[in-house]
């Protein structure tokens, strides 16, 4: 009764709808992906997406939410004290006046999605099981160090002043450069002219990331405040001028509005606000959004091309340039108005250069720690597990070579004209009988 007391039920019940949502947005990132990479690896990308539940999951209950926010050591990483979170009291409420536990199923959420969101640069090429142990290695040294620097307390970076409300650098900096440094190991596509498989997937993907984008951002006030109504208000503007935005840049670039386009554009202005969401005024999102897809639409159209980096579905064009704007815009347009909590206003609402320069030196020490230890960890694991499929299997697809699972009828037809074992299927009967994808008599 006494810790029934103690929460706010309103706020507690706000919490756990927040964290549905933002697990929602998962299988929306799929779908966003699964359309728009081609047919031949449309399951090995959605399942790179949605399997990072199971591996997140139980990892943030084993020690990620212990070595997030549990303890200090020299404000870089907590300790483990409570091995699956046992001895944890799950009931007593936080500071905010919401249960443990449901804090920490809401931030679970976010270590499920976070991983998902690089997947995309690397679809197509990459093995199965090297992008599971890299999932795990990168979660353990990366994710859970970033989250106690920034969002902790006792983090570094916190206590340097950097403001991050929802997730700009601990989440989409963090996964863009995981994105490039990984897209730099991989080298390029063999084939990078393909056509995407589902169009109307992207844009179902889009509305579920942008529906979850909500339990993302006015989830992270942790109640029904103002703050939850400024981040809700801000996410929906702030998504709208950079949807506007990239429309206009395709019929000024191209001649005519693209769907493809249009949904990048909108996933832009959602990563720019993250950080700035619960800070800024609508003007300061409406510049925020703009900002985010001038930015992203010029990487990804003029700059991307030079580097001679493979970046398949633009993860890091997207989330990381989106969100790097995003951080160091906040330390112009965060607003005291908005946010009496902050300790310095931005530059455009009377603060001063301090938290421009805090928010510029706390995204350029992300950037360099997210690459640093991007690279030490490819570097070690592909000494024992290759990172890259065959071409041979690059060139049939992920589907077949990794899961053996086609996405329809039309690519099972294909796999029947160029695989051995349809080739000769009665000296395949044995033992290989279900790698034959056609159906057989006994199975009707």
């Known amino acids: 009764m006494n810790e029934v007391a103690q929460m706010n039920l309103a706020d507690t019940g706000f919490v756990i709808i927040a964290s549905v949502l933002v697990w929602f947005m998962t299988p929306?990132?799929?779908?966003?992906?699964?359309?728009?990479?081609?047919?031949?690896?449309?399951?090995?990308?959605?399942?790179?997406?949605?399997?990072?539940?199971?591996?997140a999951i139980l990892l943030w209950v084993a020690v990620g939410y212990e070595l997030s926010f549990n303890g200090n050591l020299f404000g870089v990483i907590g300790q483990v004290q409570h091995l699956f979170l046992s001895g944890v009291s799950l009931g007593t409420a936080t500071v905010a006046r919401i249960p443990t536990g449901v804090y920490i199923l809401f931030q679970m959420m976010f270590a499920i999605i976070t991983p998902a969101l690089f997947v995309g640069a690397v679809v197509g090429r990459m093995h199965f099981k090297f992008l599971t142990w890299f999932i795990v290695l990168w979660s353990l040294l990366v994710y859970y160090p970033l989250v106690h620097l920034i969002w902790s307390p006792d983090g570094l970076l916190a206590g340097l002043g950097v403001l991050d409300f929802a997730g700009g650098t601990v989440i989409h900096i963090n996964a863009g450069i995981t994105a490039l440094t990984l897209s730099a190991f991989l080298g390029r596509r063999a084939d990078e002219h393909t056509v995407p498989?589902?169009?109307?997937?992207v844009l179902l993907g889009t509305a579920i990331l942008w529906i979850g984008w909500y339990g993302f951002n006015a989830g992270s006030a942790l109640g029904v405040n103002q703050a939850a109504m400024t981040a809700a208000l801000t996410t929906s503007v702030g998504a709208a001028a950079a949807l506007v935005t990239w429309m206009i840049l395709d019929i000024w670039q191209t001649g005519h509005p693209t769907l493809i386009g249009t949904?990048?554009?909108?996933?832009?202005?959602?990563?720019?606000?993250?950080?700035?969401t619960g800070y800024?005024?609508?003007?300061?999102?409406?510049?925020?959004?703009?900002?985010?897809t001038l930015a992203s639409y010029w990487f990804i159209s003029k700059i991307k091309p030079r580097l001679g980096i493979d970046d398949t579905l633009d993860a890091f064009g997207c989330h990381g340039v989106s969100g790097i704007v995003g951080s160091v815009l906040t330390g112009v347009f965060a607003s005291k108005t908005v946010a009496p909590g902050i300790a310095h206003a931005g530059l455009a609402y009377?603060?001063?250069?301090?938290?421009?320069?805090?928010?510029?030196?706390?995204?350029i020490i992300v950037i360099a720690l997210v690459a640093a230890m991007v690279t030490i960890i490819t570097s070690i694991l592909t000494q024992f597990v290759a990172i890259r499929v065959s071409p041979a299997a690059e060139k049939m697809g992920l589907d077949y070579s990794e899961h053996a699972e086609p996405v329809d009828e039309e690519v099972a037809a294909s796999w029947e004209q160029h695989t051995p074992v349809s080739s000769f299927p009665d000296e395949f009967k044995g033992q290989l009988h279900g790698f034959d994808p056609r159906p057989h008599q006994n199975d009707q």
Do not use: D, E
């Not at 929306?28 to 990072?52: D, E, P």
């Not at 498989?197 to 997937?201: I, M």
């Not at 949904?263 to 700035?276: D, S």
């Open 28 to 55: 929306g990132l799929a779908f966003f992906y699964g359309g728009l990479v081609s047919k031949r690896n449309v399951i090995n990308t959605m399942l790179s997406v949605f399997y990072i539940t199971g591996i």
């Open 350 to 363: 009377g603060g001063g250069w301090h938290l421009l320069l805090i928010q510029l030196a706390g995204t």
């Open 263 to 276: 949904c990048t554009g909108a996933l832009c202005g959602l990563v720019g606000i993250t950080p700035a």
């Open 197 to 201: 498989y589902n169009r109307p997937w």
């Open 280 to 292: 800024v005024t609508s003007f300061g999102a409406v510049c925020i959004g703009v900002a985010s």
